[in-house]
């Protein structure tokens, strides 16, 4: 069963355009929300993270949204440029030492 | 943010040999890390969790007694990945938890292992 599930797998968007990633979760007891961006080859990169306490946080151009109540969160970036082309993963966890739960996946093309 | 460092980044090795790939958490200290298993173009599969100065928790289907895992000190962790067959060609990624900074997690750079 998986417990974090993230859309759309893959996604092309335009150099300047907005790049919208969706998550969702299951387990209420999740209360760290955070992205990781991956390059091919690369470990992952941590990008934005989110508790929910908090609806939304902003940093450049990356944004989270957070609904506690539909149990979702997503990442925009905007003005997306060609060197945001990578996979990106959302993940969730408990607090504590517990290990990160993350989705598939979403590989992000920007196109000139 | 937090740095943690992650050897060999590519490895080789002949089949029947063993393997120890290192993790080391650069400027925090580390109470728990995680192993990770990438394969191409998939997500990241959690192989156990690594808690400093006790056993390693394992996932279900990770065979212990093949990937040895070694928490030493709280910015050292060490992946022994024993008699390797080509199977066990693949991305291994550690991660670290700092928990001065609320148990943020950073990943190392991961290691290229292939079993020829």
């Known amino acids: 069963q998986q417990q974090v599930k993230q859309s759309p797998q893959s996604l092309i968007v335009q150099k300047g355009g907005i790049s919208i990633i969706n998550c969702a979760y299951e387990?209420?007891?999740?209360?760290?929300f955070p992205w990781y961006q991956q390059f091919p080859g690369k470990g992952p990169a941590l990008l934005i993270a989110i508790r929910p306490d908090v609806s939304e946080k902003k940093e450049g151009r990356f944004t989270i949204s957070f609904n506690k109540s539909a149990k979702q969160f997503s990442l925009h970036i905007m003005d997306s440029q060609p060197g945001d082309s990578a996979t990106y993963f959302c993940a969730a966890s408990t607090y504590g030492n517990t290990p990160l739960v993350f989705g598939k996946g979403t590989r992000l093309s920007v196109i000139a | 943010g937090a740095v943690v460092s992650q050897h060999p980044s590519r490895v080789i090795c002949k089949s029947g040999t063993s393997v120890k790939i290192e993790c080391r958490s650069l400027d925090f200290q580390a109470t728990t890390m995680f192993w990770y298993r990438q394969f191409p173009k998939q997500s990241l599969m959690l192989m156990a969790t690594?808690?400093?100065?006790?056993?390693?928790?394992?996932e279900q289907g990770v065979e212990k007694d093949k990937f040895l895992i070694n928490h030493a000190s709280l910015t050292l962790s060490t992946l022994t990945v024993t008699s390797a067959h080509p199977e066990d060609s693949s991305f291994y990624i550690c991660s670290a938890a700092d928990r001065e900074s609320g148990n943020t997690i950073y990943f190392g750079e991961g290691s290229w292992l292939t079993v020829v």
């Open positions: 690594s808690n400093e100065g006790s056993k390693a928790t394992y």
């Open positions: 387990n209420t007891a999740f209360d760290y």
